[in-house]
């Protein structure tokens, strides 16, 4: 038994110094490396405790799911980040759940009371993160349920199926009815598709990270049925890790968690945007034109440059780069100013930016960066629009009031290339668009941002 | 035996909770797929079912081994995969 716990701890620190290499990239290949040796281990030691070496059929399984992790692994590209998380985390869940179920019909050996309850547990929030995790990767994939379904009457639902699901867990405690098992399955199963099949593209870094957390969670859980350490204390550095970004993510989004799950609508001013659309086609007129643009690239020595999700659909990222690469050729300092909620996950942008070979020592985070806007010459902005909307810091009542944005509008110029002029996520006009000192490129950033680049090549 | 395992449990979250929240935001994507690997334990938990687990229940056990290791291979490699793309400029 000593030994048992010296191994396991050695193991755990093993993952928590790994985890730690992850603090900067360039130290976070080894951290990876380190915590793919500290698994090996773990799983060789747990094989060896068990006397599992002679059962072939466990090698099959292993080489099946090792095959496939691989392959898997070949295939995805970057900009499928968000889905192929949310699917791993699925994969997690459902695995937590269905240790769950055939613990349950392996019967307890000790302490009947917190088995069951444990085990019950873990089956539900293992559930949970199974469905959820993958209704919203089908979603992030554009598979199925693309756009948010609203059911009527969705947050009773959802509460009534949760306090049935509680009190059956409750209930299994003291009739251990092995049939409750599917009825705790088909609860939290639909509990899991009713917390995502509502949620749209922008909500996604909030439900991703929660249902990074639960896959944790419900492996913490799990292993307190089974009886086994590892699985405790692995499984609540995932719990930890996704409730620290979930937390992150909302407060960036100025979105509580309770409001994204339950299905409460922001009240978005949809409405009243179609109004301001007609307001905003009026101040089209404005003294600056997009034929100003390489004479303000010229005069400009420092640049920032915010690139939004609508950069990544517009699969830009390239010319990012080359714009990039000629202002810094022309002597300016440039920098890139990430928000965290640019992307479809946490840290998503950062990602697509660096596959797009620029050097991470330019990608800025929001509270680093937003100082040195009025400093800035000119900010250009691409396929961003909340997270650099000042109504954010102005227009009380509204639902991206008190969001953390980007500054941009402290800057002495701003060029904008969005797709359209319509508002962002969160339905709220953005005021930006109308300022003087703000031009306006409206158009597919593979196609506006590849001109402006020619542009300014040929007046050098 | 419990009350060990509660306290493991809380001695991991607040080492886990020190060293994540000073990974940088530049890294979160990567420090979630390596979290899906973590996640990958559950394959040790599959291995204990399975091992006590009757004929016809192994073969479940066995889909939760499978998905643990999908886990565990695709987590790692993804991870290793977008951390690579992360350089500095050299010619500078």
Known sequence: ??????????????????????????????????????????????????????????????????????????????????????????????????????????????????????????????????????????????????????????????????????????????????????????????????????????????????????????????????????????????GVAGMILTNIMCKSMNRSLVAVLSGFKNNRASDQNNKNEESLSQIKNKSLSEGKIPSIFKKARKVIIVPGYGMALAQAQMYIKQLLDILEKDNKDVKIAIHPVAGRMPGHMNVLLAEAGIDYAKLYDMDKINPEFPSTDVVICVGACDVINPAANTAEGTPIYGMPILKAFEAKAVIIFNLDRKSGYSGVENSLYKEENVITVWGNASETLPKIIENFKNDN | MLMAMLIFLIVCAVLGYIVISSVPSLLHTPLMSGMNALSGITAVGALYVYSISSPGLKVIAAAALILAIINVTGGFLITEKMLRMFKKENNK
């Open chain 1, 1 to 238: 038994m000593a030994i048992n716990i010296i191994i396991y701890s050695a193991i755990v620190i093993g993952f928590i110094t790994g985890i730690r290499l992850m603090q900067s990239p360039g130290t976070a290949l080894r951290g990876n490396r380190l915590g793919a040796i500290c698994m090996a281990a773990a799983i060789f030691f747990v094989f060896s405790e068990l006397k599992l070496f002679a059962d072939y059929m466990v090698w099959i399984y292993i080489i099946a799911g090792g095959v496939i992790g691989v392959i898997f692994s070949q295939k995805i590209k970057m900009i499928q980040m968000p889905q192929v998380v949310a699917l791993l985390n699925g994969l997690g869940g459902g695995a937590s759940a269905i240790i769950a179920v055939v613990t349950m019909y392996a019967g307890p050996d000790e302490n009947g009371l917190l088995f069951w309850l444990t085990a019950a547990i873990a089956l539900g929030i293992g559930a949970i993160t199974f469905t959820g995790s993958m209704v919203a990767a089908l979603k992030l994939q554009g598979w199925a349920f693309k756009r948010p379904l609203f059911i009527k009457g969705h947050k009773i639902i959802l509460y009534t199926l949760l306090t049935s699901g509680v009190s059956l867990i409750v209930l299994m405690i003291f009739y251990q009815e092995l049939y409750i098992i599917y009825i705790l399955l088909f609860i939290f199963s639909l509990c899991g598709i009713l917390m995502t099949i509502r949620i749209g593209g922008a909500d996604m870094p909030v439900i991703i990270s929660f249902l990074n957390s639960f896959s944790g969670v419900a492996a913490s859980i799990s292993g307190l049925a089974v009886g086994n350490a590892l699985l405790v204390g692995v499984g609540s550095l995932v």
